[in-house]
């Protein structure tokens, strides 16, 4: 058990001492306001369409909080004025230089309500988003975490084939298939939130870490497939390129190199060998690493066709963009590796210490499962 981070234990302190938080005894329809909390940071273009798709909710969540993580753009600026035109119920804290942990547990250490809805910037909610998420959480006993689906916005040949690189294929769940758990789809109590510990302050992987305690913690958790978010990919080789660099980067700094890292540096430890003997005896060698290669890319491809006929599957142009997609940021993964050991004691000892407090004990915090 991770121990409890400074933004939850005094958040807890202040409530308890205030007494704000409403008892158990409180009717079905209190006991399921919801507070919806977003980290931004200079998301001043993507935030307006966010922000509509909340308003347009048919289950409106009582209150909206983005916290905002040291913007240099107009993100403040435009929340504000949206919020003053609409009239609606929507705070904006601003949290200087909160990474996306850091600026959630601030949201929800602030919220009024025992239940938190949590998304993201750079995403559009369905109409019918929340309404679905807590549909599932009234419908099953003890229920505490509720996860919806996600899917990616392709609104450009490339940001379909990116979507078949990483973003992942649907699974089935009670409900039907969806993707996920994602936790810019996710309803919770807040006690799940206290129990955990609340997320590590990191940039990346924080999400991972979280809901990985949740499950050790074998809270009762339910699946909502119609509540669904949809998430703009990046635009641009070159923008993909940057955020899987940058996603590398923290993970290895967060300790997490055995769930991406090493996997792939294994796969390019096989192509080496292939490439020595090529050198050494015969350039036929090479087919069997551009084989894993190729193969590696059809199998992107194959494992999200979700029905789609074989000339979907055998597009050559769509083949070559994710091959080259997928190599893309392969180089970024080991860029970002390469960051994060050269920048070890920039950046990285910040990171590795929130990382590590993940796993240190937390006394008279055990969860008993229901």
């Known amino acids: 058990m991770m121990a409890e981070s400074s933004d939850v234990k005094s958040m807890r302190e202040k409530n308890m001492a205030s007494g704000e938080r409403a008892g158990e005894a409180e009717g079905a329809a209190r006991q399921f306001d919801v507070s919806l909390v977003i980290p931004v940071r200079n998301e001043e273009e993507s935030l307006p369409a966010l922000l509509d798709s909340i308003r347009g909710q048919t289950y409106p969540p009582s209150e909206v909080i983005l916290v905002d993580g040291g913007s240099t753009d107009e993100t403040v600026k435009v929340a504000r004025q949206m919020a003053a035109d609409s009239g609606e119920e929507l705070r904006v804290i601003e949290a200087k230089e909160a990474t996306p942990g850091r600026g959630r547990n601030i949201g929800i250490g602030a919220a009024r309500c025992e239940w938190i809805a949590l998304t993201d910037a750079g995403i559009r909610l369905e109409p019918t988003w929340l309404e679905r998420l807590v549909e599932v959480a009234r419908a099953g006993e003890d229920v505490k975490v509720v996860y919806g689906n996600f899917e990616a916005v392709q609104g450009s040949f490339f940001e379909r084939c990116a979507s078949l690189v990483y973003v992942p294929p649907k699974v089935e769940r009670a409900g039907g298939r969806m993707r996920g758990p994602f936790i ?158 050269w920048q070890r004691g920039a950046g990285g000892s910040a990171v590795a210490a929130a990382a590590a407090q993940m796993n240190a004990p937390k006394p008279g915090s055990e969860h008993k499962p229901q």
């Not at 074989?310 to 590796?337: K, S, Y």
């Open 184 to 341: 810019a789809s996710t309803l919770l109590r807040r006690e799940v939130w206290e129990a955990v510990g609340g997320f590590p302050d990191l940039r990346a992987a924080e999400d991972l870490f979280f809901m990985e305690h949740i499950e050790r913690l074998k809270f009762k958790t339910g699946y909502a497939p119609r509540a669904t978010v949809w998430w703009q990919l990046r635009p641009t080789l070159a923008t993909t390129f940057r955020k899987f660099a940058l996603y590398s980067r923290h993970n290895v700094w967060a300790g997490r190199l055995w769930d991406w890292h090493y996997g792939l540096a294994r796969q390019y430890a096989v192509s080496l060998v292939f490439f020595v003997l090529a050198l050494a005896h015969s350039w036929w060698w090479l087919a069997f690493p551009v084989a894993i290669t190729l193969t590696r890319a059809a199998k992107l491809i194959y494992v999200r066709r979700e029905g789609r006929g074989l000339l979907w599957l055998l597009n050559p142009v769509q083949f070559a963009c994710v091959l080259f997609i997928m190599l893309t940021i392969d180089l970024a993964t080991f860029v970002g590796w390469a960051q994060a050991v």
